[in-house]
């Protein structure tokens, strides 16, 4: 998986664990920050293409689809 960076298109592969509001396997969203970048694991600030918005950790179901 290519590291992630703002603007970058995100799409989910699986739910979140333990969150009832996960996106769900196939929604996508962008890329609005990046958190702790610089450390093992970075936290991203996603806004899903239904006007929601979700924070995502490294370790979460998710693919890089596009990259800037």
Not at 31 to 56: F, K, P
Not at 62 to 68: G, L, M
């Amino acid at each position: 998986m290519s590291k992630p960076r703002e603007g970058d298109r995100v799409r989910m592969t699986g739910t979140i664990p333990e969150d009832p509001r996960s996106p769900q396997p196939g929604d996508e969203g962008t890329v609005r920050m990046v958190l702790n970048e610089n450390q093992v694991h970075s936290q991203l600030v996603v806004e899903m293409d239904d006007g929601s918005t979700t924070l995502l950790l490294s370790t979460d179901p998710y693919e890089v689809t596009t990259d800037r």
